[in-house]
């Protein structure tokens, strides 16, 4: 039994199934593999089916995308270098990458590895560039990146930033001398026995996996094609795994679990003893040192201050620290956190655009009953029609081709989004819980956060998504 339940482990696997499959039906989700991890012992749930058109039953051996949750296994393969002594988080990227270069020049010649490991470099973010699928895809990105703009300084407003995470990859490949994939299955996947953990669709195709597939005006539809860009892979857009794997993961972030014996070798050279792994060694607790707030927290509870670690997002609690990230591709959305000092994981993998709306109640469902957590109250805020007129207005997703808007109708903020899946655009009620700081109200994305950033009485910044969109008209540094 957990410390916060009078359960027995039978008990609290067959509630924990019971919400899970509540919560699929009611959210339409074709199939989801699930893990609940605790000092007691790990209880899996496979639900659905891997696609609907081809449909087989899911099981913990399916494999499924889990997108920027891959952020963390390359913060570690960083740490794993380090513990080489071959990286210093702390030294500018062009230590490693001597041509490295940004728009902005005096960003370029100071930024570091660990800028990039916490989302602070302060360049355009979301960069999606195919560069094709040979070994210089990432390096190839960089190019482009180049040539992105600059959009606050370096430290400066905090944006979750993808990009940061293809110049981190290609640190690995400089230092490692090997493709960022490679390198990363030597020095984190084979040491953990993560041996159904997979970056191609050559391989992820000789075993069950699952189809993607996006919420369409209430109809789930395939994804097609299955979508992995080789460029973006250290950000998370090609890592397939299963919930067993990633439960070993869990295991070893929590308590530096690892197996016996590695379960595999590289190709072209034989498997020692995990013993071997600076991972048996290595001092866990800075991935979730705290760095900085990040604002509304990604993962919290709704309205929650959240920090980030070392590409940790984490949330401190009277009962528990909770770590955590989850992962968004096409048609695959995935949600990933472990309690170190309570030794309690939650897994979840689907193969649907709105997955993380299940996932997020199935989590609260886990912290609540697991670690004895509780949803904060929020009371709404009233904000004067004047101060709604002030934030109101167009707010652009650089390097995108689309705008967000926000507009006031009947008294309250209305925020329009994009839905990258139909086509079409989604209204989203808000409601205030501080003068610049709001939550939506209902839909698949209930309760996450949207903030103001002023600069002085000015809106510069809107954050959402622990994006940055910048105010229309708003000078780019």
């Not at 009371?379 to 967000?404: C, K, R």
């Not at 910044?461 to 105010?471: C, D, E, I, T, V």
Request: one cysteine or more; glycine letters at 10%; proline letters at 5%.
């Amino acid at each position: 039994m957990t410390a916060t339940t009078t359960r027995s482990s039978a008990e609290l696997a067959a509630a924990f199934e019971q919400e899970a499959k509540r919560l699929l039906e009611e959210f339409n989700v074709p199939g989801a593999t699930l893990g609940l991890l605790t000092p007691e012992g790990d209880h899996f749930v496979n639900l659905g089916v891997t696609s609907l058109e081809n449909p087989l039953p899911v099981t913990e051996d399916t494999i499924f995308q889990i997108g920027s949750t891959t952020k963390t296994i390359t913060s570690l393969t960083c740490s794993v270098l380090v513990a080489q002594g071959r990286l210093d988080l702390n030294m500018p990227v062009r230590t490693y990458l001597p041509n490295f270069k940004l728009k902005d020049e005096s960003v370029a010649a100071q930024v570091t590895v660990h800028d990039l490991l916490t989302h602070q470099g302060g360049f355009q973010g979301d960069l999606f560039e195919e560069t094709g699928d040979g070994d210089d895809a990432v390096a190839k990105v960089l190019d482009i990146l180049a040539e992105s703009p600059q959009v606050v300084p370096l430290r400066g407003h905090w944006s979750y930033n993808n990009a940061g995470f293809y110049a981190a990859g290609r640190v690995i490949e400089v230092i490692t001398g090997r493709t960022y994939e490679a390198a990363v299955t030597e020095l984190v996947l084979e040491p953990l026995g993560m041996e159904h953990t997979f970056f191609f669709a050559n391989q992820v195709m000789t075993y069950r996996f699952a189809t993607g597939h996006n919420k369409i005006d209430d109809k789930m539809v395939t994804q097609r094609p299955w979508m992995m860009m080789r460029s973006a892979a250290p950000a998370g857009s090609s890592c397939s795994s299963t919930v067993k794997d990633m439960a070993k993961y869990a295991h070893y972030v929590m308590s530096g679990t690892l197996p016996e014996e590695k379960p595999r070798a590289t190709a072209d050279e034989q498997a020692g003893p995990a013993s071997e792994s600076p991972l048996g060694t290595l001092d866990r607790t800075h991935l979730w040192t705290p760095v900085r707030s990040v604002g509304v927290g990604l993962n919290a509870f709704p309205g929650e201050e959240g920090e980030i670690g070392q590409s940790w997002f984490i949330d401190r609690h009277a009962q528990a620290t909770i770590i955590s990230h989850g992962g968004t591709t096409h048609g695959q959305q995935s949600d990933f956190w472990v309690s170190p000092d309570r030794k309690v994981g939650f897994v979840a993998l689907t193969n649907a655009s709105n997955g993380h709306a299940m996932n997020r109640k199935l989590s609260e469902w886990v912290k609540r009953e697991v670690l004895g957590l509780s949803k904060p109250e929020r009371p709404e805020v009233e904000v004067s029609g004047h101060d709604l007129d002030a934030v109101a207005g167009t707010y652009e997703a650089v390097g995108q081709t689309f705008t967000l808007s926000t507009k006031v109708e009947g008294g309250r903020l209305i925020l329009t989004i994009p839905d990258a899946a139909s086509g079409s655009t989604e209204d989203l009620k808000l409601r205030f819980i501080a003068p610049d700081r709001a939550l939506v109200v209902g839909g698949d994305i209930d309760g996450i956060g949207v903030e103001f950033l002023k600069k002085g009485a000015e809106v510069e910044f809107m954050r959402f998504g622990a994006r940055l969109y910048p105010r229309a008209g708003t000078l780019l540094v």
